[in-house]
C-alpha cells in the first residue's frame, strides 16, 4: 500500500487473506529535524487500523536522511516496539 492508499479499506479488503504491505511516506526521514515522536504515532495509527491482518512495512525510496544514518536506525526499532505491542 502507497503512502496516500486508504489503510482502514485496504485493511478491510485483505484481512489476513493478503500481507498487508505498508509502505510509509519516507519524508518522515529528510526533514531537517527528526521527530521519532511523529515516526512512532503514524506507524502506531497503521498497526492500529490493520489489526487482524498480516502486516509488513516497508521503508523505501529514502533519497536523504539529513546525513544522519541513526534515523533509520531509529525509525526501525521503532517500528519493532510498536509491532510487538500488537503481536497475537
Same mark, same amino acid.
Given at each position: 500500500?502507497? =503512502?496516500?492508499? +486508504? ?9 489476513? +487473506?493478503?500481507?498487508? &504491505? ?9 526533514? &531537517?529535524?527528526?521527530? =521519532?515522536?511523529? $515516526? #512512532?504515532?503514524? @506507524? ?16 523505501? +525510496? @529514502? &533519497? ?12 526501525? #526499532? ?8 500488537? $503481536? =497475537?
Amino acid at each position: 500500500m502507497s =503512502p496516500w492508499a +486508504d489503510v482502514e479499506k485496504g485493511a478491510e479488503e485483505l484481512q489476513s +487473506d493478503f500481507v498487508f &504491505s505498508h509502505k510509509p511516506n519516507p519524508a518522515i526521514l529528510a526533514g &531537517s529535524v527528526w521527530h =521519532p515522536e511523529l $515516526a #512512532r504515532k503514524r @506507524i502506531r495509527e497503521v498497526l492500529e487500523k490493520t489489526q487482524g491482518c498480516i502486516v509488513e512495512i516497508v521503508l523505501k +525510496d @529514502i &533519497s536523504t536522511f539529513e546525513y544522519e544514518p541513526q534515523r533509520i536506525w531509529e525509525w526501525s #526499532r521503532i517500528c519493532s516496539e510498536e509491532a510487538e505491542n500488537f $503481536a =497475537p
